[in-house]
């Protein structure tokens, strides 16, 4: 059965999607299978590993995007999958066992227009068809927007671990506080949904501290997110095993340079110190977050 994790913060802007997708590529460079899901509608985890290409012919006419397999008649999750997402430029495949499911920024209308069955609502329509594929995959990943409006349900109802990136600042503790609250709600919302076979609902299992800078002291904040942590470990509202992670991330021009090619870190192979650095960061974080699975 696969692990399926969900990346969300109710901070925004704490470097979520960059996380994500190269810790899902240095997941299938280790030969893991893969698939990630892009419930973000700003898309940028589609854009970046799609490129824009082929994202726009997908933004252009809605089909083969995420949004559509809510509607009856349209498209299923196993019909809509990028296979090997990451091609060449003679499309070749770079990184075999990453697969996507894209978003577009329709996905927005999920939030307000759509009108689906209420018995039905959005992430179990998800869930069903989320079954069927479970077994071809180790790893599915949730990128979750910085809420938990329709789009992130789906992600957090399906998952199983909740990971939190957070910078090491007061906004990001917030963040984190505002998210366990959510979820605790969102969790007694959704009991009467839940079969034994979904197993438990999703808990915060770590918080990942991405986009360190250089030579600044983040031993205050990080001191508050644990206390924080521990709080909550104490009140059963995060996992009992729930930690922040010991791996982080650093900051790096690379990063967005990897954006900018449509890659992750992992094949931009620009051999420089900072890229070394931060490609060994998400390494070790793919490798810590195996590891953590081995004590759920």
């Not at 995007?65 to 430029?89: N, T």
């Not at 068809?129 to 180790?138: I, V």
């Amino acid at each position: 059965m696969a692990r399926k994790l969900a990346f969300i913060n109710y901070k925004g802007g704490v470097g979520k999607t960059s996380l994500i997708v190269n810790v899902a590529a240095c997941l299938a460079k280790l030969g893991k299978r893969v698939l990630l899901f892009d419930f973000d509608t700003q898309s940028n985890a589609s854009i970046w590993l799609l490129r824009l290409e082929r994202w726009n012919k997908i933004n252009s006419t809605g089909e083969g995007a995420v949004f559509s397999i809510f509607y009856p008649g349209k498209a299923k999750l196993k019909d809509i999958i990028v296979k090997d997402v990451i091609a060449g430029k003679a499309g070749e495949k770079l990184l075999p066992g990453l697969d996507l499911i894209p978003t577009t920024f329709n996905l927005v209308d999920l939030e307000s227009e759509y009108e689906g069955d209420p018995r039905k609502p959005p992430y179990l329509l998800l869930n069903e068809q989320l079954r069927e594929l479970e077994p071809n995959y180790d790893f599915v990943l949730f990128d979750c927007p910085p809420n938990i409006l329709r789009a992130s349900q789906c992600g957090v109802f399906s998952a199983n671990e909740v990971y939190v990136p957070s910078n090491p600042d007061a906004l990001s503790l917030i963040g984190f506080t505002l998210l366990v609250e959510k979820l605790h709600k969102f969790h007694q919302l959704t009991a009467s949904f839940r079969t034994a076979e979904m197993g438990t609902p999703a808990a915060v299992q770590g918080i990942i501290f991405n986009s360190i800078k250089s030579g600044v002291d983040n031993e205050v904040p990080k001191m508050r997110m644990q206390l924080r942590m521990n709080q909550y470990k104490a009140q059963r509202r995060v996992a009992a095993t729930a930690k922040l992670f010991e791996t982080q991330i650093r900051d790096a021009t690379i990063v967005r340079r990897a954006v900018a090619l449509g890659l992750p870190v992992i094949l931009v192979g620009q051999e420089t110190e900072e890229t070394d650095n931060v490609l060994n960061d998400y390494r070790r974080l793919a490798q810590e977050i195996i590891k953590h699975g081995e004590i759920l």
